[in-house]
């Protein structure tokens, strides 16, 4: 584990602007720089970037944070990997906390791992760039694909010798080890104890993770053995599951999260050559079938997927089948087919950018439309097979989790097969209804002891009128205060208690410093107010327990903040920035600068606070109001509705005052 030291280090170090710059072109704009979203597409920037807070915010998808958020954000690193990144940008050397033993050998046995498969795919590359037989066999083939020099740069494509264990001695003489080898899938050990390569003779295809760390390889053999796999991937290990790796997908996860879609094909070249072609929005399942992992691995990236098929009928039909796990996930799916004889790695290759990008425009289709009409050129006038495939069709609409897009598919199926949308809407519901039963039988069989009283259900959207919500606004203002003004010291009024020599007690008005984190500290402890949003109020105890602490810095603050606080907090922090991105000056609307009336405003918040809470409990009370009540609950309500109401002046009249004791 990375020690808090190194977090800090790295924290002190990064300036939000240089790391974001590396990235996204930004301009001056003020006190801040300002750029188009690398989230979205657009011509208007609205990405902005505070050096003064050191914090960023993406005014077109509401993204935000430090530059830690940011690394995770568009490059998709886990928290640890963006702090490494950042540190390896800056220099700093990283220390790690002191772990158990068995927590140490597993991670040195993964890094290992980790480290030996970098090695093979420098390996590899270098062969096949500086042998002979390298770029005789393997850098010729490349080339006859048509890819270019940076193109097989790019993707770290290699080439493994012809002799049985040409990479293990070369391992093994700069150290590495044969039991790493053999885990990571390089090397074959036999029962004798010898070993050899497992990708003799055949190009190499590094795979990637989502972060750019290599898991395993593809290899391809180029001579014409019948014995041999033409395709032969890394085995399963520690660091490779191919079920949860999708290739090229970190090459391709910026262009995806960008253009909000994803094409999915199904070799490694497909995904080259259309990167070349300039379409890096790829990936590929590499010839296996597509698994729930994979689609959610894209889902991090875009809700959108584009299933490209070759123009080949009988493996179009078998392709098909397993979209029905991408309906599932909720995902919107479209699917583009070439025409006969073309690949996306061949259509790529013929065609321009301008070309393919056009063609894909026009001819991909919703999956569900374009399902229902190759089911019905199937069936023709077979009224036994259009059953077949009308039950087909509404098995696949059945796995749509969102209730509104089910019906407007059922309605387009209809119009497609021609059939009644009661038919299919009946159908439908006997198959929604067999799968909640099917979920209820397998509750039933599960262990009674941790059985629950619930009954299985679809889950089903649940749409309500937008409304504002006061509380989270007031709570929100909170959070605001105490970010930009807590540490500020204002005179409040409170109302003092004070016993005379006679033991009388009178209440006087007088003039209090307190800072403003202690002022809405207090004033919330005293009428016993939690925040009802629960994210507010972490960040509000996390606040307090800050500025209790210590001098707050807010600068340091801003540049470490947890990823949960990161959007909510720089939303926040923002608002001025967006103030200044719309200009309002200029179309006569003035901003008010809260600066110049700080115990006012956190006056006026935590007053219009109180209030709401009040009349939500008197209306609270008012809803008990029934025909047959009792008198004396009758009376009992109107009694503590009362209180209530003269608690409101009361609280109008002290203007937010706090009750202290002198004596």
């Excluded at 800090?8 to 704009?29: C, H, P, S, T």
């Excluded at 927590?103 to 002979?132: G, P, W």
């Excluded at 004070?498 to 209090?512: F, L, S």
Aim: hydrophobic share 35%; aromatic share 10%.
């Amino acid at each position: 584990m990375i020690t808090r030291e190194t977090i800090d280090k790295v924290f002190d170090a990064a300036r939000v602007e240089e790391v974001i710059g590396d990235f996204v072109q930004l301009k001056r704009a003020g006190s801040n720089f300002k750029g188009l979203s690398p989230f979205s597409e657009e011509r208007t920037p609205s990405f902005m970037v505070s050096p003064v807070k050191q914090i960023w915010k993406d005014f077109s998808t509401g993204k935000g944070g430090s530059a830690v958020t940011f690394l995770m954000e568009h490059e998709h690193f886990t928290y640890p990997e963006a702090i490494r990144y950042l540190a390896k940008k800056y220099n700093i050397e990283i220390e790690e906390t002191e772990v158990s033993q068995d927590e140490k050998i597993e991670a040195n046995e993964r890094e290992s791992m980790y480290l030996v498969s970098e090695f093979a795919k420098n390996y590899f590359h270098d062969t096949l760039l500086q042998s002979e037989e390298g770029k005789a066999i393997g850098l010729t083939y490349f080339k006859e694909r048509g890819f270019t020099s940076e193109t097989i740069a790019k993707f770290g494509l290699g080439y493994s010798p012809e002799t049985w264990d040409a990479f293990t001695k070369e391992a093994l003489s700069k150290g590495y080890q044969l039991d790493y080898l053999e885990k990571v899938g390089l090397t074959i050990v036999r029962e004798d104890g010898k070993h050899f390569d497992r990708f003799k003779g055949r190009v190499m295809f590094p795979i990637q993770s989502l972060s750019g760390r290599n898991l395993g390889f593809g290899g391809r053999i180029l001579t014409n053995d019948k014995k041999a796999a033409k395709y032969l991937n890394s085995p399963e290990s520690d660091i490779y599951h191919k079920s949860k790796v999708l290739y090229g997908i970190f090459h391709a996860k910026q262009a995806i999260a960008k253009q909000n879609n994803c094409y999915l094909v199904e070799g490694y070249t497909d995904v080259i050559q259309m990167h070349q072609a300039g379409i890096e929005n790829v990936v590929a399942s590499s010839g296996t079938a597509l698994t729930p992992d994979q689609i959610r691995l894209i889902n991090r990236l875009t809700k959108n997927i584009t299933v490209l098929f070759d123009g080949d009928a009988a493996g179009l039909r078998a392709s098909i089948r397993g979209i029905d796990l991408i309906l599932e996930e909720g995902m919107n799916v479209k699917v583009c087919t070439f025409p006969d004889g073309d690949d996306p790695d061949s259509f790529a290759r013929k065609n321009s950018y301008e070309d393919v990008v056009q063609y894909l425009e026009n001819n991909a289709k919703d999956f569900i439309q374009f399902k229902a009409s190759m089911l019905m050129d199937e069936a023709k006038n077979d009224p036994i097979k259009k059953a077949d495939l009308i039950r087909d069709m509404v098995v696949s609409i059945s796995k749509i989790p969102d209730r509104i897009k089910r019906e407007v598919y059922i309605q387009e199926c209809s119009r497609i097969m021609d059939i009644s949308e009661q038919v299919l809407l009946n159908t439908l519901a006997q198959l929604i209804q067999k799968d909640i039963s099917e979920a209820n039988k397998k509750l039933k069989n599960s262990d009674a002891s941790e059985q629950k009283a619930f009954e299985v259900v679809k889950n089903e959207p649940q749409f309500t009128q937008e409304k504002v919500n006061i509380v989270f606004e007031l709570e929100r203002k909170i959070i605001e205060i105490l970010l930009l003004y807590g540490n500020y010291e204002e005179q409040f009024e409170d109302v003092i208690l004070k016993a005379n020599d006679e033991g009388e007690v009178t209440e006087v008005v007088e003039k209090v410093d307190y800072k403003v984190f202690q002022r809405i500290y207090l004033s919330l402890q005293e009428d016993e107010i939690e925040l009802a949003n629960p994210l507010f109020r972490d960040i509000y105890n996390d606040l307090i327990e800050k500025y209790n602490q210590e001098e707050f810095n807010r600068e340091h603050y801003f540049q470490q903040l947890s990823p949960e606080f990161a959007q909510t907090v720089t939303d926040i922090l923002m608002q001025e920035e967006k103030e200044v991105l719309h200009n309002w000056e200029t179309k006569h609307i003035y901003v008010k600068q809260k600066e110049q009336t700080i115990g006012q405003y956190v006056t006026e918040t935590i007053i219009s606070l109180r209030e709401y809470l009040i009349n939500k409990l008197i209306m609270d009370l008012m809803q008990n109001f029934t025909p047959d009540i009792p008198e004396e609950v009758l009376e009992e309500i109107k009694t503590s509705i009362n209180d209530y109401n003269k608690l409101k002046v009361v609280l109008t009249n002290n203007i937010g005052r706090i009750r202290s004791t002198y004596y």
